[in-house]
């Protein structure tokens, strides 16, 4: 009975909403689906695209030594992709999910990013209760990392703290580049067209390198264009980014996830 009061009205507080996405275009339709269950409707304009890094061979290397490593850390559903069509470009899914794999421990950050791994067959060990880089240096710390061997594959942009906090804790850490979050090539005239139609009520940042790209193709009109919108942040890094780019955040959720924001914008307009 509560569950379904409470889907009523959060189908209620976001009808006839008009909410622009910015994430990359293979990111969209997750979110777009769950905008509209809640009866909003969903504008796409990507501002980041996710392209190969300059090189596999270091990622390539790692994963052909899989067996060495004590942890594996996946912090996006983008890293698990990528690391799983390199397994499957060398030959050696086998170590993903098989026998091979016993004495590696699979950490991944979010529910997303957990789901992504079991769609390519293989569980998560362990999982923070929190879902951002402090959360899992706090619970590999206390599984303990001293000599443990620690493969990483990241964004080319992502903070240094996983890797640089790790090694002060005694562990050895391999962090190949396994994906690039580049600025979409075009996106700007699309994105002015619709703030000056006033054809979106609420805009949403599901990461930093959106923040930044979105910024970067208004070419400084952002701050004033969504002066009077609401605007959402997918979690603390990206709502410092966007205030240190000019931006007001008016909706930050508990819960760093696509769910998680959609509820916080039910609150927000309660």
């Known amino acids: 009975m509560m569950a379904g009061h409470q889907a009523t009205r959060g189908v209620s507080l976001l ?4 909410v622009l996405i910015t994430r990359a ?13 809640h009866g909003a409707s969903a504008e796409a304009v990507p501002v980041i695209e996710i392209i190969a890094p300059e090189s596999w061979q270091p990622l390539d290397q790692a994963l052909t030594q899989l067996s060495h490593y004590r942890y594996v850390i996946l912090t996006s559903v983008n890293a698990v992709q990528s690391v799983y069509q390199r397994m499957k470009h060398l030959g050696i899914l086998d170590q993903l999910s098989g026998a091979s794999s ?6 991944c950050v979010g529910p997303k990013t957990a789901q992504a791994l079991q769609e390519v067959g293989r569980e998560t060990d362990l999982q923070p209760q929190q879902y951002r880089a402090e959360a899992v240096i706090e619970l590999l710390c206390q599984q303990g990392v001293e000599g443990a061997k620690v493969l990483y594959p990241r964004a080319q942009l992502a903070r240094e703290l996983i890797p640089t906090q790790l090694t002060a804790a005694g562990a050895q850490v391999d962090a190949p580049i396994a994906y690039q979050t580049v600025p979409a090539a075009s996106g700007g005239e699309q994105l002015r ?23 970067a193709l208004l070419e400084g009109a952002a701050p004033s264009l969504t002066q009077s919108l609401v ?4 979690g603390p890094l990206t709502t410092a980014t966007a205030l240190r780019l000019g931006l007001h955040i008016d909706v930050e959720p508990q819960d760093y996830t696509l769910d998680g924001m959609v509820a916080a914008l039910l609150d927000f307009y309660r």
């Open 231 to 234: 605007v959402a942040s997918i």
């Open 193 to 215: 067209q619709l703030f000056n139609q006033r054809q979106v009520d609420v805009v949403t940042f599901t990461s930093s390198s959106s923040v930044e790209n979105f910024v």
């Open 25 to 37: 275009g293979h990111q969209v339709a997750p979110f777009v689906h769950l905008l509209q269950q």
């Open 15 to 18: 009808a006839g909403k008009r």
């Open 102 to 107: 016993s004495t590696v421990q699979w950490v």
